[in-house]
């Protein structure tokens, strides 16, 4: 009998703890759950094009450079509208039949002047499966729940006046152990803060160089403990992110400021301006050691894939490059490709997907020496990175998200009818 | 027969006080709920409050629309958004479950200028959703509406009419109309392109004036700002501005005031030009505004380098970024201008990137409505060894 309720209640448990957060397979933040850029995934399209394998197209309200995050069945996006970008919009859609199920607007509360290529969408969403997290390049930041009811909102600009730069904000947050840890490094008042998933209220706040950084946090499993890495152009610093006290700070100048760091599940990889940079973190929180450096590993812009121990990135010339992620050693380069890239690429099931500004998207068989597959063109704007979950790409314009998939059974069966 | 309606009349006396007691304590409710939403503040204050009131007004449905628009009139900018996205959760679930949104009522409030025009326009793109009608039943006349966003519409409908009647030649119809509506226009893609159509024309507008940009300045500099010290050091002009004094500048040299006309369309002032060039350097900006009566401006300022704006000597405004973009009213701030005379000064530092693209030394500034129409004021000339930028002197250069 005890045992008999011993296993019911871990079953309650185990029930409990799927429905309260993101499943497997669900694509909830910037580059994925992981913040790799990386899919266990199988059986994703190579082929694509207007009449072939798109299973919808949505209509957006405006531009936005934000991925799209994917939770069970539903698909969110943000996007910003209007003649000076003032308008906010968090979406939800149906994620098997593109159907919007909800939106909400919010009016800039902060600076929404950029650099044309850029908006205030800039910033992917987070989920931790039951709410959704919002930050927009204004500052303004919410928290809703799955079905659009609205948990919190901050105007951070509001909090911070001076917060923000004319080029345009674009980090992304990131959650780590029930805190969303939000980036607004920026020539104003700079800092990242800890805030309560829960509340909206500051767990902390830190100080950090006010310097343009687009660079999204990355969350490293450190041994027993979670690292929060913020990456700037002259550092690398490691948080408590229940806490925000300082772990560790490695100085390097030249360091990237656009593409995100990343992990094997070993060794960190930081993008810098003219090479790449392997650290090993040191488990009793000293300084990271170099591992290696590569000259070859170039990512000016979009952010490096770390897939079966080999890391790519695309260079400016719109060269792939692969190294070793164990001694950082080059294995292959790839022709130049169809760019230029603005989206960080993607990668599942042997492959790798890299989506253009323009609209065409190269897929690359990377099993061995590169092999494109494929060149998938749609004649629009593509500037965010795309998003991987369901047996689908979910790939966003600046005016439409698409997701990329063979046809399910049942929207065959509604095309059928249909005809 | 009358004795026997007596208890009827008195029912229905008690249901309709009822039904008053119950909308009353609605309301009521309502408020109370709206009240713990606009008691949000900073840093995330107040919302497990304000999220739980949220949910409630949405419960309530159709019902809480006209008293969550009427909130949105006087709400801050952190509240203004709990407030809208209630809204649009009660509005969105309403017409998916097929419920009537109170569309006479929303049109009233649409109509009723006393209510703020970003409420008004909620209301409005609500209405438009059920009523594909309502555009051209409202924005006719809507031109020079008190709403942003209503205004814009109404615009851009005239000027599709308009442009008709270019394309069918009618020209004096197109002319008039473009006139109208070029008074109308706010937005700057707006008021670019009915001018271009009015040129077009042969018929000149004077954009500046329409902006309300200030064009006449008295200049000083360069301060010192190596280091980017000079951002945040008081120099003289900020400690009150006399024209007629000379001020210790960058490397101890004297500088004066002087007299500067800009004939950038746009009212752009080019230091570079007017100061001369210098880097790690600061000039400050000077012109007297007189206002016929007392009224709220925004004023205004465009520039790729660190400002401040003072307004009758008062900072209203700071950024100290360089060099990351340049847009007209980028700089916004608010403030009231007396009647009579008074002082909008401006500082603008350049930094010591070295740069190409870092070594623009300008400012653009206006002072308009909330909307963004010039406000009735006169730019007192200085008059003071007035220089037109064309020549490009560089009186006060050291």
């Given at each position: 009998m005890r045992q008999w309720l011993a296993n019911a209640w871990f079953g309650l448990l185990v029930a409990m703890s799927t429905s309260l957060s993101a499943f497997a397979g669900d694509w909830t933040q910037f580059r994925g759950p992981k913040g790799t850029g990386v899919s266990d995934e199988t059986g994703l399209p190579v082929r694509w094009g207007p009449d072939e394998n798109i299973r919808w197209q949505a209509a957006l309200p405006g531009r936005g450079l934000s991925g799209p995050v994917v939770v069970g069945q539903r698909v969110f996006v943000t996007a910003c509208s209007g003649p000076l970008q003032e308008r906010l919009h968090v979406l939800c859609l149906d994620s098997p039949s593109g159907k919007r199920l909800w939106e909400r607007q919010l009016w800039a509360t902060g600076h929404t002047m950029c650099h044309p290529k850029t908006c205030m969408a800039a910033p992917t969403p987070v989920s931790d499966g039951e709410r959704l997290f919002a930050l927009f390049a204004t500052g303004d930041l919410a928290a809703l729940d799955l079905d659009g009811n609205l948990l919190w909102y901050r105007s951070l600009a509001q909090d911070y006046p001076t917060i923000g730069n004319n080029v345009g904000m674009a980090a992304s947050p990131i959650l780590c152990q029930g805190v969303l840890i939000v980036p607004l490094e920026c020539p104003g008042e700079s800092f990242v803060a800890g805030i309560d998933k829960a509340t909206g209220r500051n767990r902390w706040k830190v100080e950090r160089r006010r310097d343009l950084n687009w660079v999204t946090p990355f969350l490293f499993h450190n041994g027993d403990r979670d690292d929060v890495l913020i990456q700037s152009a002259n550092e690398i610093t490691a948080y408590d992110p229940q806490t925000g006290v300082k772990r560790w700070n490695f100085e390097q100048t030249g360091l990237s400021n656009i593409p995100s760091p990343m992990t094997d599940g070993r060794l960190l990889l930081i993008p810098a301006s003219d090479q790449f940079l392997a650290l090993r973190p040191g488990t009793d929180g000293s300084k990271p050691t170099v591992v290696w450096r590569s000259s070859k590993l170039k990512a000016p812009f979009a952010s490096p894939v770390v897939y079966q121990d080999r890391v790519y990135a695309v260079n400016g010339a719109e060269v792939v490059n692969c190294v070793d992620a164990i001694e950082g050693k080059l294995v292959w380069q790839s022709k130049r490709l169809s760019g230029p890239f603005s989206a960080s690429p993607v990668a599942a099931d042997g492959k790798l997907y890299l989506v253009s500004e323009k609209g065409t998207t190269t897929v690359l068989d990377?099993?061995?020496?590169?092999?494109?597959?494929a060149t998938n063109r749609l004649e629009e704007t593509f500037l965010a990175s795309p998003a991987i979950a369901g047996g689908a790409l979910y790939l966003r314009s600046d005016a439409r998200l698409y997701c990329i998939g063979e046809k399910t059974k049942a929207g065959k069966d509604k095309a059928t009818r249909m005809r | 027969m009358k004795t026997t309606h007596v208890p009827v009349q008195i029912g229905l006396i008690g249901v309709a006080l009822g039904l008053l007691c119950s909308g009353s304590a609605a309301r009521s409710e309502s408020s109370a709920l709206i009240d713990r939403i606009k008691a949000v503040s900073s840093e995330g204050q107040g919302n497990e409050a304000a999220a739980k009131a949220w949910r409630e007004l949405v419960r309530q449905g159709p019902g809480a629309l006209l008293e969550l628009l009427t909130a949105l009139n006087d709400a801050k900018p952190i509240a203004a958004n709990w407030l809208r996205s209630a809204v649009d959760a009660v509005a969105e679930r309403a017409l998916a479950d097929n419920v009537a949104l109170p569309a006479a009522r929303l049109e009233q409030f649409v109509r009723d200028t006393s209510n703020a025009g970003p409420s008004r326009r909620l209301a409005y793109e609500w209405l438009a959703r059920a009523d594909s009608a309502i555009a051209e039943r409202l924005l006719p006349g809507m031109l020079n509406d008190p709403g942003a966003e209503l205004r814009r519409d109404a615009v851009a409908r005239e000027l599709a009419g308009a442009r008709q009647l270019l394309e069918r030649g009618d020209n004096a119809g197109a002319s008039a109309s473009l006139q109208a509506l070029f008074k109308a226009a706010r937005d700057r893609d707006q008021v670019e392109q009915i001018a271009k159509d009015l040129k077009s024309l042969n018929v000149a507008v004077d954009i500046r004036g329409h902006y309300g940009l200030i064009t006449e300045w008295m200049l000083i500099g360069p301060f010192d700002n190596r280091g980017g010290q000079g951002f945040a050091e008081v120099f003289s002009p900020e400690k009150g501005v006399d024209l007629k004094a000379a001020s210790k500048g960058k490397n101890g040299a004297e500088v004066h005031w002087f007299g500067y006309q800009a004939q950038d369309p746009l009212g752009l002032v080019d230091l570079n030009k007017a100061i001369g060039k210098n880097m790690g350097a600061t000039a400050y900006a000077f012109a007297t505004a007189i206002a016929p009566v007392e009224c709220p401006v925004e004023i205004r300022a465009g520039s790729n380098n660190a400002v401040k704006m003072f307004l009758n000597g008062k900072l209203i405004y700071f950024r100290e970024e360089y060099h990351h973009g340049m847009r007209m009213d980028q700089h916004t701030s608010t403030g009231t201008l007396k009647a009579g005379r008074n002082e909008i000064l401006i500082k603008v530092c350049q930094n010591e990137q070295v740069d190409d693209w870092a070594q623009t030394w300008s400012f653009q500034l206006r002072v308009c409505d909330s909307l963004g129409g010039a406000v009735p004021m006169a730019v007192a000339a200085a008059g003071v060894n007035d220089v037109n930028d064309a020549a490009a002197p560089k009186k006060g250069q050291p």
């Amino acid at each position: 009998m005890r045992q008999w309720l011993a296993n019911a209640w871990f079953g309650l448990l185990v029930a409990m703890s799927t429905s309260l957060s993101a499943f497997a397979g669900d694509w909830t933040q910037f580059r994925g759950p992981k913040g790799t850029g990386v899919s266990d995934e199988t059986g994703l399209p190579v082929r694509w094009g207007p009449d072939e394998n798109i299973r919808w197209q949505a209509a957006l309200p405006g531009r936005g450079l934000s991925g799209p995050v994917v939770v069970g069945q539903r698909v969110f996006v943000t996007a910003c509208s209007g003649p000076l970008q003032e308008r906010l919009h968090v979406l939800c859609l149906d994620s098997p039949s593109g159907k919007r199920l909800w939106e909400r607007q919010l009016w800039a509360t902060g600076h929404t002047m950029c650099h044309p290529k850029t908006c205030m969408a800039a910033p992917t969403p987070v989920s931790d499966g039951e709410r959704l997290f919002a930050l927009f390049a204004t500052g303004d930041l919410a928290a809703l729940d799955l079905d659009g009811n609205l948990l919190w909102y901050r105007s951070l600009a509001q909090d911070y006046p001076t917060i923000g730069n004319n080029v345009g904000m674009a980090a992304s947050p990131i959650l780590c152990q029930g805190v969303l840890i939000v980036p607004l490094e920026c020539p104003g008042e700079s800092f990242v803060a800890g805030i309560d998933k829960a509340t909206g209220r500051n767990r902390w706040k830190v100080e950090r160089r006010r310097d343009l950084n687009w660079v999204t946090p990355f969350l490293f499993h450190n041994g027993d403990r979670d690292d929060v890495l913020i990456q700037s152009a002259n550092e690398i610093t490691a948080y408590d992110p229940q806490t925000g006290v300082k772990r560790w700070n490695f100085e390097q100048t030249g360091l990237s400021n656009i593409p995100s760091p990343m992990t094997d599940g070993r060794l960190l990889l930081i993008p810098a301006s003219d090479q790449f940079l392997a650290l090993r973190p040191g488990t009793d929180g000293s300084k990271p050691t170099v591992v290696w450096r590569s000259s070859k590993l170039k990512a000016p812009f979009a952010s490096p894939v770390v897939y079966q121990d080999r890391v790519y990135a695309v260079n400016g010339a719109e060269v792939v490059n692969c190294v070793d992620a164990i001694e950082g050693k080059l294995v292959w380069q790839s022709k130049r490709l169809s760019g230029p890239f603005s989206a960080s690429p993607v990668a599942a099931d042997g492959k790798l997907y890299l989506v253009s500004e323009k609209g065409t998207t190269t897929v690359l068989d990377i099993t061995s020496e590169p092999r494109v597959l494929a060149t998938n063109r749609l004649e629009e704007t593509f500037l965010a990175s795309p998003a991987i979950a369901g047996g689908a790409l979910y790939l966003r314009s600046d005016a439409r998200l698409y997701c990329i998939g063979e046809k399910t059974k049942a929207g065959k069966d509604k095309a059928t009818r249909m005809r | 027969m009358k004795t026997t309606h007596v208890p009827v009349q008195i029912g229905l006396i008690g249901v309709a006080l009822g039904l008053l007691c119950s909308g009353s304590a609605a309301r009521s409710e309502s408020s109370a709920l709206i009240d713990r939403i606009k008691a949000v503040s900073s840093e995330g204050q107040g919302n497990e409050a304000a999220a739980k009131a949220w949910r409630e007004l949405v419960r309530q449905g159709p019902g809480a629309l006209l008293e969550l628009l009427t909130a949105l009139n006087d709400a801050k900018p952190i509240a203004a958004n709990w407030l809208r996205s209630a809204v649009d959760a009660v509005a969105e679930r309403a017409l998916a479950d097929n419920v009537a949104l109170p569309a006479a009522r929303l049109e009233q409030f649409v109509r009723d200028t006393s209510n703020a025009g970003p409420s008004r326009r909620l209301a409005y793109e609500w209405l438009a959703r059920a009523d594909s009608a309502i555009a051209e039943r409202l924005l006719p006349g809507m031109l020079n509406d008190p709403g942003a966003e209503l205004r814009r519409d109404a615009v851009a409908r005239e000027l599709a009419g308009a442009r008709q009647l270019l394309e069918r030649g009618d020209n004096a119809g197109a002319s008039a109309s473009l006139q109208a509506l070029f008074k109308a226009a706010r937005d700057r893609d707006q008021v670019e392109q009915i001018a271009k159509d009015l040129k077009s024309l042969n018929v000149a507008v004077d954009i500046r004036g329409h902006y309300g940009l200030i064009t006449e300045w008295m200049l000083i500099g360069p301060f010192d700002n190596r280091g980017g010290q000079g951002f945040a050091e008081v120099f003289s002009p900020e400690k009150g501005v006399d024209l007629k004094a000379a001020s210790k500048g960058k490397n101890g040299a004297e500088v004066h005031w002087f007299g500067y006309q800009a004939q950038d369309p746009l009212g752009l002032v080019d230091l570079n030009k007017a100061i001369g060039k210098n880097m790690g350097a600061t000039a400050y900006a000077f012109a007297t505004a007189i206002a016929p009566v007392e009224c709220p401006v925004e004023i205004r300022a465009g520039s790729n380098n660190a400002v401040k704006m003072f307004l009758n000597g008062k900072l209203i405004y700071f950024r100290e970024e360089y060099h990351h973009g340049m847009r007209m009213d980028q700089h916004t701030s608010t403030g009231t201008l007396k009647a009579g005379r008074n002082e909008i000064l401006i500082k603008v530092c350049q930094n010591e990137q070295v740069d190409d693209w870092a070594q623009t030394w300008s400012f653009q500034l206006r002072v308009c409505d909330s909307l963004g129409g010039a406000v009735p004021m006169a730019v007192a000339a200085a008059g003071v060894n007035d220089v037109n930028d064309a020549a490009a002197p560089k009186k006060g250069q050291p």
